[in-house]
């Protein structure tokens, strides 16, 4: 159980302070502060003993927040629960800033009031959340008779994320697969570890309560299909299908189903959530690869050439390319030449930045640079950071697939055509690294 | 936070919420109570307006409702009287036919946390165990237990606890887990809710119905039952199969930490329930948030590998390589599970990759790794020196430093090091700087005297230096030292030994070190033999062992702290440990107590800032340092210690 939750900006000033419980006192506030935040080296670790209470905490741009308790409690469960507490937020006012927090203090007593009692989780999920909450909904004011009974329903029901008598004129849905592939791959170009974190984001404005059925290539899915008959298929299909190591879904999505079938179907809530989270790593397609060559021109000058090639089909089109070459501490001078896009020495952020906007697949950009070194007696060694890359593709690298998603909505006359569908794939890079 | 203003801001206020015409108009009203309450957040003392804010609380309106509810709960401790105003509505409200507001009504009433209104509570709670909605029995089941923390001593009424028992099977998932932990809290004194076979397939059945955080206090709370019977066992572990590979880390944890105490009796279940976990035990040490991977991190290192299944994550080592931009406790973390992986064929890939992170940027983790590499050292000690040597080179003063202590507490448990070892030395006393690289070097040279050639020389330049010398440690070592190095080395030693004795009997201001330099002196006179016999004990301890080969400990013996916060702590304690004095003190380091409420203790788990030593009041360091003891336990002959303090010795 949590004891009281702090939020601080970066200074360390209080912007909200609830306890819930008698055992945390007042000065447990002061005293994050004191040993954390202003402490003068860096975090040591995410969680903080001081004087026998524990301070978990986690920082979202510079915001800190700070779940405290006396006892021994689930590690994991605490910091789970902060980020869902993030997500709320971030659900109810965007972006957790000082600003927006400050803005909303009242809505984050209300929603403190209501997740948490007596430091016992209670409802997290931001659609139930929102009947309980009168800030920013300010309809929420008078409620009808009608209302009231929603919440009763809602409140006693087993959908607790959606409610009842959704109307939409227009039945849309929109899916997005959003993956960030994160990479480490040593100079000579061995993958020392590749994953592909990825989330199913769905749009959905349905009305009524809607059942709906998620189907994609994952391969135990493909290949029990395979086995049952269409054996053409099986063999066609055996490519494209993905294994997943593992995956998160949304609470509305049937486990039991999953589990038995491994098929995935939910009554969605209305509005934007997250359908499901989900890691590969086998066979995962990577976009770019990063073939640095650094060369040491006696004491004083470094020769660097980096060549990267687009790895995708030649048809898509990748955004937002960016290449961080780390320079060592000592530069003096850097000229660069590069074919493609913009290349610019960063010297307050050590780092050779090239930028190019966009650049179709299987194409090959290279730049090089001569880097001219202040001679130093320093004899440490330059640690030779790795050289780090930026990039948007409009595919999913893991090689997900969206195969369909039916809705069936035996009460009201809308049937699963009716419905229009879009889906749309974006892959990020996350850590995406290559040494040097 | 003192706020400027903060009188005039008060007064204002004051007048706008007595302004009849602010009173009349909803919204003016409504934003008058916004500011008090925005001035409250930002510290300003504005209990004043107590009176004021308890006649506001008399509305309709439910936003302002509960605008004041989060002012009267802030302030109703300061004002015991003013709260009985608050009682009245309170109750009405809990009459309302909006079951939000019932349920408001009865949440903040339990909040104001007043003893002297206790009697008033309890009539509309034990109404509200019986309402329709399910909000409201949420929350007047849990006001149940904050009733009874207010005043704990205070007689549990039975029809209560029976009450809520039967609730236990309420159709509401949320009412049912809330019951378990009112329950638990209220008969804390009887060791909590009584768990019988019922109750235990009851939730369980339910198990799937409420959220993560229910599904975690259920499986904490199973773990004090005791199946009867072999096949009721089994039928459970089945049912909880499938949290057990859930993707929510903290359900997997909380299920796995269940398993293990299940199946206690029966360690090839709780094997192979290990074996199931490992998928997911992975992907949470790969999870996107650093703090979750930490976590998962801190219980891999301390529980699964380290003690009973060396095996088990062997083959997924290089999941375990840092990342650049990981902070820097993840980092030490990760190396010190890679430390625990090696074996044969993946020795060559660790160790280059350690040796990459010895020249990271944060000293901290740099020294890690260099700890890390001698680790290793004590299986593979020949490549792992030839890195360490390496390290010499770069004539860093950190690295430097903890190579040199690396080295120490190597030969420490290889003996067979020495040669490379003593050869490493030559030179590098230049470069370190700090006391702990210092104290090390100075443990090597009084050890491994006759095998350094150098060794008078460099203690010449510490003796000379003796008077300028701040840390007590590297006084003491020194000392030390230059006795050992007098025993095999007489004919070199002796002129710097008797400056050195002189200086610290004559002019040294801390006791400390005068002791030791008087007792050193006395035995002397006692002859060669006797000073032999104390000072040149152990060389080594192979007792330590090497790592491989090490037989592994019974899962029962972590089982209880796992899924806890003990094992994200005892890494802390850890990591401290590496700024010790000399090896002989490790075996005399009491083994981190598993019981929770000790190590809770801030004065052993707090982080002290790595520079603080220097600060430390004098009296807690002679009464913290650790040569004392030892020093007494290795004397041959019982000797009056503290009595040489008001001793006089003339020289």
């Known amino acids: ?436 | 936070m003192p706020y400027l203003g903060g009188e005039d801001t008060v007064r204002e206020l004051r007048r706008a919420l007595s302004n009849p015409n602010v009173q009349s108009d909803q919204l003016r009203y409504r934003n008058t109570i916004l500011k008090v309450i925005r001035a409250m957040s930002q510290g300003v003392d504005v209990s004043g307006l107590f009176s004021d804010m308890v006649k506001a609380c008399a509305t309709v309106d439910i936003v302002q409702k509960k605008l004041v509810y989060v002012f009267l709960c802030s302030y109703a401790a300061l004002n015991p009287e003013l709260s009985l105003l608050v009682i009245n509505t309170l109750r009405k409200d809990c009459q309302d036919p909006n079951p939000m507001v019932r349920s408001l009504a009865l949440r903040n009433m339990t909040n104001l946390r007043l003893p002297s209104l206790m009697e008033y509570v309890e009539q509309p709670l034990t109404a509200g165990l019986r309402d329709r909605a399910a909000c409201v029995r949420r929350v007047a089941v849990l006001g149940w237990a904050k009733l009874h923390n207010l005043q704990p001593n205070s007689e549990i009424d039975a029809a209560v606890v029976n009450e809520l028992y039967s609730l236990l099977r309420d159709p509401d998932p949320v009412v049912m887990v809330n019951c378990l932990r009112a329950l638990e809290e209220i008969l804390k004194e009887e060791g909590g809710i009584a768990i019988n076979k019922p109750i235990t397939h009851h939730l369980l059945n339910r198990l799937k119905e409420s959220d993560v955080w229910g599904q975690c206090e259920v499986l904490r709370i199973l773990q004090r039952y005791r199946p009867q019977s072999e096949d009721e066992l089994f039928d459970i572990l089945s049912l909880l199969d499938a949290s057990l590979v859930s993707p929510h880390p903290q359900v997997m944890a909380a299920t796995l930490s269940l398993f293990l105490s299940l199946c206690s009796g029966l360690p090839a279940v709780s094997l192979a329930a290990l074996e199931r976990v490992r998928g997911p035990l992975l992907a949470a040490c790969g999870s996107v948030s650093r703090e979750l991977r930490f976590t998962a991190l801190c219980h891999i290192q301390v529980s699964l590998l380290l003690r009973s299944l060396p095996g088990l994550m062997g083959a997924h080592y290089k999941r375990f390589f840092c990342g650049y931009a990981e902070p820097a406790y993840i980092k030490q973390r990760k190396m010190q599970v890679l430390v625990e992986l090696v074996n044969d064929d993946n020795v060559t890939m660790l160790l280059d990759e350690l040796k990459g992170y010895c020249t990271d940027v944060n000293t901290d983790t740099a020294q890690a790794a260099i700890s890390a590499i001698g680790r290793i050292g004590r299986s593979y000690s020949d490549r792992c020196l030839e890195i360490l040597t390496g390290l010499l080179a770069l004539k860093q003063e950190h690295i430097t430093s903890a190579v040199v202590q690396t080295m120490r507490d190597l030969v420490w448990v290889c003996p067979q090091c020495s040669d490379t070892v003593c050869l490493a030395l030559e030179g590098c006393e230049e470069t370190l700087q700090d006391s702990q690289g210092r104290q090390a070097l100075l443990w090597l040279l009084g050890v491994y005297g006759e095998q350094v050639s150098s060794a008078p020389y460099t203690l010449e330049v510490f003796i000379d230096g003796v008077r300028s010398e701040v840390s007590l440690g590297v006084k003491m070592e020194l000392l030390t030292t230059t006795m050992r190095l007098f025993l095999c080395r007489p004919a070199e030693t002796q002129d710097m030994l008797g400056r050195l004795l002189h200086y610290c009997i004559e002019e040294e201001p801390d006791m400390c070190v005068r002791d030791q330099a008087l007792l050193y002196y006395r035995l002397l006179h006692c002859g060669i033999e006797e000073t032999q016999k104390v000072l040149q004990g152990r060389r080594s301890d192979p007792s330590l062992g090497v790592l491989i080969g090490r037989p592994s400990e019974p899962i029962s013996q972590w089982a209880c702290s796992f899924n806890t916060l003990e094992p994200l702590r005892q890494g802390t304690v850890e990591t401290d440990s590496t700024s010790r004095g000399s090896p002989e003190h490790v075996t005399f380091e009491p083994k981190p107590n598993t019981d929770l409420s000790d190590t809770l203790n801030c004065s052993q788990v707090e982080k002290v800032p790595s520079g603080e030593t220097g600060r430390t009041p004098f009296l807690a360091r002679i009464h913290t340092d650790t040569h004392k003891p030892l020093f007494l336990a290795s004397l041959p002959f019982s000797y009056p210690f503290n009595k040489c303090l008001c001793f006089y010795m003339p020289i």
């Open chain 1, 1 to 436: 159980m949590i004891g009281g939750l702090f939020i601080y900006n970066h200074k360390g000033e209080v912007l909200i302070s609830r306890v819930y419980r008698d055992d945390i006192g007042r000065n447990a506030v002061d005293a994050f502060r004191v040993n954390v935040i202003h402490a003068r080296q860096q975090v040591r670790s995410p969680v903080t003993n001081i004087a026998r209470t524990s301070f978990f905490h986690v920082k979202r741009s510079n915001i800190w927040l700070a779940a405290v308790t006396k006892q021994n409690v689930n590690a994991a469960m605490v910091f789970e629960f902060l980020y869902k507490m993030c997500d709320v937020m971030t659900a109810y006012f965007g972006k957790i800033s000082e600003e927006n927090i400050k803005n909303n203090f009242v809505l984050i007593y209300e929603l403190l009031d209501e997740i948490l009692d007596f430091g016992y989780p209670q409802n997290s999920e931001t659609g139930a959340l929102k009947t309980f909450i009168t800030q920013q909904g300010i309809k929420g004011q008078h409620q009808t008779k009608e209302e009231q009974s929603q919440i009763t329903s809602q409140v006693t029901g087993q959908i607790g994320w959606r409610r009842e008598g959704i109307k939409y004129r227009r039945n849309e849905l929109f899916l997005d697969v959003l993956e960030s592939v994160n990479l480490l791959m040593s100079p000579q170009g061995q993958v020392l570890s590749a994953h592909v974190s990825g989330r199913v984001v769905m749009k959905s404005y349905l009305s009524g309560m809607p059942e709906c059925k998620f189907g994609m290539n994952d391969k135990i899915v493909i290949d029990k299909q395979g086995k049952g008959g269409a054996s053409d298929e099986a063999g066609k299909s055996g490519k494209q299908s993905i294994a997943i190591d593992d995956c998160t879904f949304h609470q509305c999505v049937r486990l039991s189903k999953f589990d038995s079938e491994r098929s995935i179907s939910f009554i969605p809530p209305d509005g934007e959530y997250e359908l499901m989270r989900y890691r590969t790593t086998k066979d995962i397609i990577l976009p770019f690869r990063v073939i640095p060559l650094v060369r040491e021109v006696g004491r004083t000058k470094l020769e660097v050439k980096v060549v990267i090639k687009s790895n995708f089909k030649p048809s898509l089109l990748a955004q937002k390319i960016e290449v961080r070459i780390p320079t060592p501490l000592n530069t003096s001078g850097v000229q660069v030449i590069c074919m493609k896009g913009k290349a610019k020495y960063k010297a307050s952020e050590n780092a050779i930045v090239w930028k190019i906007k966009r650049m179709a697949g299987m194409k090959e950009s290279q730049i090089s640079a001569e880097i001219e070194l202040l001679p130093t007696n320093d004899k440490k060694k330059w640690a030779r950071p790795p050289i780090s890359m930026n990039f948007e593709v409009p595919f999913a690298p893991s090689g997900l697939k969206v195969r369909y998603l039916k809705v069936f909505e035996s009460k009201l006359n809308y049937s699963d055509h009716d419905v229009i569908k879009w889906v749309r794939y974006i892959g990020r890079s996350g850590i995406y690294e290559t040494r040097c």
